[in-house]
């Protein structure tokens, strides 16, 4: 891997021609590059500020860095709650689901085949065992490189919703369960968090919402999954059902998760984390002594 920080003297990248230009030990190099139309918009008018050359199998790959303007983002009321999900990966506040039973299937042959590989590689010989961890490590790359993908789907959906809308993104903030919460929240959320690359997806989302100019903003997740959205009271989930015994309603529990999200979400604006900020129990608490509350 080498890696070119200074592009006006060893690294250019000449947008007509599709090309770069690098300067290695002995001479300088113009390299032609194999673009999509997504490697295009994102270079169209750019200004590179750093690049990696790397090598995989026989083939190179360079990945450029590039600087752009975010536009200023957009000031707005209305908010999407996002939910992430085990069954699900993410459920929005207006019911849209992305994930089921295909990535399920999917998620559940990857871990298949990561069993078969560990059992042969224990009752394996010293070589065996070897190209068991050989062939670990290439599943590991094709399923980091699937949720990938997924994760970019996903944020970009969502972002463009947010953009029709228009409204800010409302999303769990992930970084940690904050004091209170009880233990089977806190399992709740490891086994969402250890699941899939919620991070990775959390990471797309944010950046890709900085380019289109919509705010994102993260609330705390305690209680979101607990809390009925329609009275505010404690419901029952099961898996993902969710009954409240109070009011009656009942439906999917990560959309009645992400609309508890977004309830928060307009009571948020610091879009750098939830520490500190009061949970929803505290915010409904609050809210429902209040005649002008009226959940929706």
């Known amino acids: 891997?080498?890696?070119f920080s200074k592009p006006s003297r060893i690294f250019a990248f000449r947008e007509k021609d599709e090309e770069v230009s690098v300067t290695l030990l002995r001479s300088r190099q113009r390299i032609k590059l194999v673009l999509g139309d997504y490697q295009r918009t994102r270079l169209k008018d750019s200004k590179p500020t750093s690049a990696t050359l790397c090598k995989k199998g026989s083939e190179y790959y360079i990945n450029i860095q590039v600087k752009s303007e975010a536009p200023e983002q957009i000031h707005v009321d209305t908010v999407l709650g996002v939910d992430l999900g085990i069954t699900d990966i993410?459920?929005?506040?207006?019911?849209?689901?992305?994930?089921?039973?295909?990535?399920k299937l999917i998620k559940n042959h990857y871990a298949s085949m990561r069993a078969v590989l560990q059992q042969k590689a224990v009752k394996g010989t010293r070589s065996?065992?070897?190209?068991?961890?050989?062939?670990?490590?290439?599943?590991?790359?094709?399923?980091?490189r699937y949720q990938r993908q997924i994760n970019h789907e996903i944020s970009k959906a969502i972002v463009t919703r947010a953009q029709e809308i228009p409204a800010k993104i409302a999303l769990e903030d992930l970084t940690g369960i904050r004091e209170g919460v009880n233990q089977k929240a806190g399992?709740?959320?490891?086994?969402?968090?250890n699941g899939w690359a919620f991070y990775q997806l959390k990471e797309f989302l944010s950046y890709k919402a900085l380019a289109a100019g919509v705010p994102l903003v993260l609330v705390d997740p305690a209680y979101t999954s607990q809390t009925c959205h329609q009275c505010g009271e404690h419901g029952i989930r099961n898996g993902k059902s969710f009954k409240c015994p109070v009011c009656g309603w009942s439906g999917d529990?990560?959309?009645?998760?992400?609309?508890?999200?977004?309830?928060?979400?307009?009571?948020?604006d610091r879009p750098g984390g939830s520490e500190g900020l009061p949970s929803i129990k505290?915010?409904?608490?609050?809210?429902?002594?209040?005649?002008?509350?009226?959940p929706e």
């Not at 993410?90 to 990535?103: C, L, M, N, Y």
């Not at 609309?259 to 009571?267: P, S």
């Not at 608490?285 to 002008?292: D, E, H, T, Y």
């Open 128 to 144: 065996s065992r070897r190209r068991c961890r050989e062939l670990q490590q290439r599943l590991s790359g094709k399923e980091a």
């Open 1 to 3: 891997m080498i890696s």
């Open 253 to 268: 529990a990560d959309f009645n998760g992400a609309k508890n999200i977004a309830f928060l979400g307009r009571y948020v």
């Open 282 to 294: 505290a915010v409904l608490s609050g809210l429902l002594k209040a005649p002008v509350f009226r």
């Open 187 to 193: 399992k709740n959320h490891r086994r969402k968090v």
């Open 90 to 103: 993410a459920v929005t506040s207006e019911g849209q689901k992305f994930g089921g039973k295909t990535i």
